[in-house]
């Protein structure tokens, strides 16, 4: 494992550290006994810690925001640029940003333990969350006697979150705080200190209000798509159906799986999904017409008898894609083989009239 740059206080370096490790699945529970300990810590402190799970950046951006000083290792690149947290601690030297590179085979799946392996070599200390024994890191532990456990894992009864006791609503104003807090990239356990509210009930509520920037960019070219019909259409159209992909937690409605938009014009019914896309890959089948994906919009097509079309959007901004293909669902398997081009579904004038019945 290489060095390949350093961006911050190399001096953190010399320091006495100790390495935060967490298994990728975390319990909710969890939370309370990790954020106490980083409460115990002091600027005297210094802590290791990677940016790969939520429970990761979560220790991250509550360490940043305590002004405890940091050392975060990534691979490759530092990519998080606009993380107001980690400029202040940038610009206050305390923290240090350590690129790593690769050195196995790529494809060979060692990164995660040759990175784990190397971090664990530099730190005198180590403090773990929750580690399932079936995981990569339980092997790096065994034995190690400068390790410390948050919770014993055989003790399951952290698991369960705790409860929200207020059982209050939110209201706009805790809203406007847990917004402005979360854009400024300071964490749920600030949030939790200025709130009051439990970690579950804080995590619940940034999923349910927030977006990510995939899906804002799926709603983007929604709208571009609707304002096409608009605009060529008129009154004539009627939206029946806008599946909004909603979701809590692992719970989401069936009707997530049906296309985007139901119409209505002149009596008769027919569907939009809409896909927007910076770029074509090679794998059309893979990154953009799945079979799990196929499969469900067959059987809203047979079920309801509607047919359905995949408006495509190509380069540009979702707001205003380069290339327009419009792609009837019976032709895509068509396009996957390569028996016909996807040439041939484009649409220069972005007229709608074609997908009208």
Known sequence: MQIVETIGNLELMNREKTLFLCSK??????????????????????????????????????????????????MNRFTDVNNLQIERALHDNRMLIVVLKRDEPRGSGLTPKLRNQYVLSICQHIVCGYINKNGSIFSLLVGRDNLRKLVDNSDLGFVAAELDRRYIRWTVAQDKVLLRMYYMDMGIHAIHKQLGRSY???????????????????????DFVLNLFDNQVGKLLVLKEWQGDKSLGKLKPENNKH???????????????????????????????????????????????????????VGGEPCAPELLYFIPLEKIDAIVSHTQSIIDFLNDSYSISSLLP
């Open 259 to 313: 296309p985007d938009f139901v119409f209505i014009y002149e009596g008769k019914e027919f569907a939009i999904e809409c896909k927007w896309r910076k770029i074509l890959g090679a794998n059309l089948s893979k990154e953009l017409f799945p079979e799990k994906m196929l499969k469900n919009y067959r059987k809203f097509c047979e079920e309801r008898n509607i047919p359905v079309t995949i408006v495509l959007g």
């Open 25 to 74: 699945k975390t319990p909710i529970g969890l939370y309370e006994p990790v954020f106490q300990w980083i409460d115990s810590l002091t600027s005297k402190d210094c802590v290791a810690c990677f940016n790969s799970t939520d429970m990761e950046s979560e220790v991250l951006k509550a360490l940043l925001v305590s002004e405890i000083p940091t050392i975060l290792f990534v």
């Open 200 to 222: 579950s009930a804080i995590y619940t509520r940034i999923r349910s209000i927030t977006q990510s920037e995939y899906s804002l960019k799926g709603r983007e070219f929604e």
